[in-house]
């Protein structure tokens, strides 16, 4: 028999359980590409949120409207409708972060998180659950991204969110925000997240055998 879902569970799903980036490894582009400053990954993480929020809502409030045959090009559609109002409001209103994120806030229209909720969740589930995976899904992904950002930004330029974190005699590592430390620091953080998972995962085993 199916787990019940409500609000909560949906919610934590996609924030713990199947987190996008270290649950389900998608949208690895902007996480490898823009994590580079901790102000990157969590305007970047807060702008995908927006968007998953409103299209999942839209997504699911249409869903028995929309033909099972146009499905792929209506989420499109609703996406990049979303998208293009968040770039032009960060272009108004945060010019800075808005040049630094560059292409990857319009390319939030084809980020594989935001099709996969909209494809297996909120085209078959109800507006208010539809919500909450989009909260958990983004807020997951924004969490992530901007874990991985501070760390590579420490290490990188001895800063966090721009102020200065590391002793004067430090030397910056300028790999870390290259490329190559992105995929170095993407690998362990995702080593250390599976390993504290099955430490979880084998302490309920045992109560439950207990």
Do not use: H, W
Request: hydrophobic content about 55%; charged content about 10%.
């Amino acid at each position: 028999m199916a787990k019940k879902q409500n609000f909560i569970s949906v919610f934590f799903n996609g924030l713990i359980v199947e987190n996008p980036v270290f649950g389900l490894m998608l949208g690895m582009c902007p996480t490898l590409g823009i994590t580079t400053a901790a102000s990157n990954g969590i305007g970047m993480g807060l702008a995908t949120t927006a968007v998953l929020v409103c299209a999942n809502l839209l997504i699911s409030l249409l869903r028995n409207f929309i033909p099972e045959k146009v499905r792929i090009p209506s989420f499109i559609v609703i996406i990049a409708s979303f998208v293009t109002m968040i770039d032009l409001f960060m272009k108004a209103y945060l010019p800075a972060l808005s040049s630094s994120l560059g292409m990857y806030i319009p390319l939030i229209v084809v980020n594989c998180i935001i099709f996969a909720r909209a494809e297996s969740f909120a085209f078959k589930n109800p507006p208010l659950l539809s919500i909450a995976d989009g909260l958990g899904m983004g807020l997951g992904f924004t969490f992530a991204i901007t874990l991985l950002s501070i760390i590579r930004e420490a290490l990188g330029a001895g800063t966090i969110f721009g102020m200065n974190v590391m002793p004067a005699s430090y030397q910056p590592m300028a790999i870390m925000v290259q490329v190559p430390g992105g995929f170095v620091t993407l690998g362990l953080l995702l080593i250390a997240v599976n390993g504290i998972r099955k430490l979880i995962e084998k302490k309920s085993a045992r109560k439950e055998a207990a």
